[in-house]
């Protein structure tokens, strides 16, 4: 689908986690949003790299991207790092949803 895509990351011949991404039209950016739905990368293949390649793949998959999107939970100290490094910063506003 344009709109959804998968991958599975793979290390040392193992599977070592994955990333889901949804692709939308957001009017705030101006353009192509990409959300980064989930990335994952399992304990023991975690401070080698991986997370930083996962990232740097899903730029270069979507060069016309306007924006990059994700959501952590506060408590993810680990990953609100490397997403810091990465360049992302957090949003000056709360999200609301209603369930069906």
């Given at each position: 689908s344009p709109y959804a895509l998968g991958a599975i990351i793979e290390s040392e011949n193992e599977t070592a986690g994955y990333?889901?991404?949804a692709v939308t039209f957001s009017q705030e950016a101006g353009g192509k949003a990409v959300?980064?739905?989930?990335a994952?990368?399992?304990e023991k293949f975690r401070s080698k790299g991986l997370g930083h390649e996962?990232?740097?793949w899903v730029e270069s998959r979507f060069p016309d991207?306007?924006?990059f999107r994700l959501e952590v939970?506060?408590?993810?100290v680990r990953a609100i790092?490397?997403?810091e490094r990465l360049g992302?910063?957090?949003l000056p506003y709360g999200q609301m949803i209603k369930d069906k």
């Open positions: 990333v889901l991404l959300w980064i739905e989930e994952y990368v399992r996962i990232f740097s991207a306007s924006r939970e506060d408590d993810n790092k490397l997403y992302y910063k957090p």
